[in-house]
């Protein structure tokens, strides 16, 4: 592994197109369980064992989903 791919793995903020990215996938998932607001958020903040990182979203309700065969 390369000294710019070991320091990337140990940031303390993540780029915004890269908060971008991730929100957009999420949402992705999130909406096949919930039906979502606009406006998802994401926090994230170092702590002693890594990152706490928390998603905030408004649900209007929640989908039901079925099972796989």
Do not use: H
């Not at 406006?39 to 039901?64: H, M, P």
């Amino acid at each position: 592994m390369n000294a710019a791919r070991l320091l990337s793995l140990d940031r303390e903020d993540m780029t915004d197109l890269e908060r971008q990215l991730f929100l957009a996938d999420f949402n992705r998932v999130a909406n096949e369980y919930f039906e979502c607001g606009e406006g998802t958020s994401l926090e994230v903040t170092r702590s002693d064992e890594g990152f706490i990182v928390c998603i905030i979203f408004s649900a209007r309700r929640i989908k039901s989903v079925k099972r796989p065969l």
